[in-house]
Structure formats: C-alpha cells, structure tokens
C-alpha cells in the first residue's frame, strides 16, 4: 500500500460561533513525520483548528483530511480510532486517580470489552489486560515517569502532569499527535526535557506532531514548517526562521520592532 502524501490537510476551513467567525477559510497541510508549528496570539483559532480535526467542533465550510482520507464531521471517537491523539490546553487528567490510572485511559480506545471475555476472565480478558499495560509500561519508561507512576495525580507537580497527559496520549499509538501548548506553565529546565521527548516521539515512533506552543524559541528550534494564524486568519507559513520574520508576524503576534525598541 502506498504512503499518503500528506498526514494532515486542512482546504479551506471555516468555523463559526453566532456572530464570530473563528476561522476563516484556513488551510495548510502537514508531510508525515513533520513537526508541524500552529501559531498565533490568544484568540487567533489555534485550538479551534485543533477541535475542528479532532470532531469538537466541525468546520461550517471546508474539508479535513487525514491520510487522504475525509475526516470532515466524524465523531471525536472515530477520529481517535483513526490514528490521531491530542492533548489539551487545559490539562484533563482524572483527579483521585494515579498517574499510571490516567495514562491506562489513553488505551481505551483499543480495549474490546465483551460479555464472554468477562465469564471467562482468566483466559481471554486477563490477557487482553496484560497486553494493554505492556504497552503502558514501555511509555512510562520512555518518558522517565517511573518514579511517580503510583502517585495520586493531584500530588504531581504541573510539569510532569503535563508529561503525563503526553504519555497518555502516546498509549494510544497514533500517527498524528497534536499538542495544544505543552509547555504551558513549565520553567526552561522542563521546557527541555519536553522538547526532547517531543523529538524522540518523533524519530522513535514514526510520529507526525501538530505543536501549537507560544515559546517561539521552542517552534524555531523543533519545528520543520509552521503557520501562524491571526483573528482566524492564516497570516504567514513556511519554515520558522522565514514564518517568524515576516512582518505580520512580527505585529501581530510578537510586537512592532518600533514597540520593542520603544
């Protein structure tokens, strides 16, 4: 079977709310294997966008594609069992859980629960169990989370409940990984070790990554391509060195050079 020439392809998407356009006629399209930046300042659509492939919100006008195949208005379910896994701004880990509870949530979407497997759990759902955590346990060893996999989630500092959702994420074996600001909240220290792992996801698992991150230090040093987006609008793309030197850019998201010099 041939590979697909694109992982993701956004043509043309439009999402509105009432009166507010969020997204106007927005469209980029991301290579496999590419870390791919989604950038802009608060407000500009990033996560509509993100919730728009993912079946949150489905886009008004325009198609989503992933692999060549239409993904426009499919369920957050089925979009999940196609191969795409996100993790979200807002951190949504399960309070009163244990971080290797949490991450265990991430392959629900693989677990076939059945009647017959009950009654006869020591043959066929045991077994099924046993898998699903072998997949769980190399994950926790890839992301050095060994030394709080029994904790309570809400004893984890912010940094490594942010590593924790990635993990849960990354149980889930998707092709397309999208992350909706990682980094958010972390000191430079953590900031590293996520972008390590970002890149390790990447080159150890065949990954396509979707990165929407406002550490513009962060995108220019992981990220192939990128595209910025303002008031739903895609106002630059290209690779980040390029991207971030655009004018627009620079006024829209990162101040006037005549501000900064102010």
């Known amino acids: ?3 697909a020439a694109t992982s993701l392809e956004c043509q043309g998407v439009v999402r509105k709310f009432g009166g507010l ?6 469209s980029l ?3 496999p294997g590419q870390i791919y930046g989604l950038v802009g300042p608060n407000g500009s659509g990033k996560t509509t966008l993100v919730n728009a492939v993912t079946g949150f919100y489905p886009p008004q006008q325009g198609r989503l594609l992933f692999e060549g195949r239409d993904i426009t208005g499919r369920k957050p379910h089925t979009v999940a069992k196609l191969g795409i896994a996100r993790t979200f701004q807002n951190l949504a880990l399960f ?3 244990s971080v290797l509870d949490n991450i265990m949530m991430g392959r629900h979407i693989h677990m076939r629960p059945r009647a017959l497997s009950t009654l006869l759990y020591w043959w066929w759902a045991q077994r099924d169990e046993i898998r699903e955590r072998e997949v769980v346990e190399e994950v926790i060893d890839f992301l050095q989370l060994q030394d709080v996999r029994s904790e309570p989630i809400e004893t984890v500092p912010l940094g490594l409940q942010k590593r924790i959702e990635l993990a849960r994420a990354l149980v889930a074996q998707p092709r397309l990984l999208i992350l909706d600001e990682p980094m958010a909240g972390m000191n430079q220290e953590e900031k590293e ?3 390590r792992f970002i890149l390790d996801a990447r080159e150890e698992r065949g990954l396509t990554v979707l990165l929407i991150e406002h550490h513009m230090d962060v995108v220019a040093a992981i990220c192939d391509q990128m595209t910025v987006l303002c008031y739903g609008e895609k106002i630059a793309e290209g690779r ?6 655009d004018q627009k850019v620079i006024e829209a998201y990162l101040g ?7």
């Open 95 to 97: 309070r009163g859980m």
């Open 21 to 26: 356009v969020a997204l106007k006629n927005v």
């Open 240 to 245: 980040p060195a390029d991207a971030l030197a």
């Open 1 to 3: 079977m041939e590979a």
């Open 29 to 31: 399209s991301i290579a």
């Open 256 to 262: 006037s050079r005549n501000r900064h010099a102010a």
């Open 193 to 195: 070790y996520m972008a």
